[in-house]
């Protein structure tokens, strides 16, 4: 059976802007734990880049590695031209990566604007208009930003967990699976604010267990199994291409 999309790595996106983050031959895991082998990416400035695979693909383990979060065991990986390889998550927050991850992303004590401030904790004072500009991005946060954010509903902390890693405005955010656990009028809520945020100039990066709207939604999807690449090109190529859709994404 042959496939349509691209089955190597190599695939030059359509894309005019620089290269913001390129990933080479990186092999991550845990402790002795190799997950990741030979994994390359790219993201393109402003671009909207996704990433599926079954459950253990190693999906959230790419995201973290790119974040200094896993045990890097070779490769490399650049930002903006810049080797960020085995730099720590504060170092990588400060290149203008932004991460958002799938579970325990907010402070359950603290408030909505404690939250926020918390997300520019790096500066010496807080800036007063990535706040302005996060609250007009989620007005919903404006309007409790005194409630303390664990009584907020999941859609409601998710927004929170977005918007304090967009506080420092970051050229890139990465996003670990931002539909996970929310009902099915929040998960289009929740792709309509992700397009919104690209589309004024942010370049994302998202792991997605919701495959078939975020190849939908993106410029370009990579496919990962068994902690490889599989698959890379458009989303709309892999959401069309027979194998593809066969043996990733249900049908
Ligand atoms: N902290 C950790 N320590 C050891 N192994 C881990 C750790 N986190 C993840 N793993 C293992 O790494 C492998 C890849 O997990 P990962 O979460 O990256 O996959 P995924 O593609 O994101 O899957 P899912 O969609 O289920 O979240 C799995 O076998 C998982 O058990």
Known sequence: MSSDATAATESTPDVEGAELLRVRGLDAG???LQILTDVDMDVYDGEYVTIVGPNGAGKSTLMKSVFGLTNHMGGTV???GEDITGLRPEDIIHEGVGYVPQNDNIFATLTVQENLEMGAYIL???PQDALDVVFERFPILEERKQQKAGTMSGGQQQMLAMGRALMLD???LLLDEPSAGLAP???EEM???IDEINEAGTAVLMVEQNAKEALRRCDRGYVLANGENRYVDT???LLNDEQVRRDFLGG
């Open 191 to 193: 792709f309509d604010k």
């Open 124 to 126: 010496d004072e807080v």
């Open 235 to 237: 989303g709309t190529a």
């Open 30 to 32: 845990y402790g002795d």
């Open 170 to 172: 970051p050229s890139l």
């Open 78 to 80: 650049t930002f903006e």
């Open 185 to 187: 009028d929040l998960v």
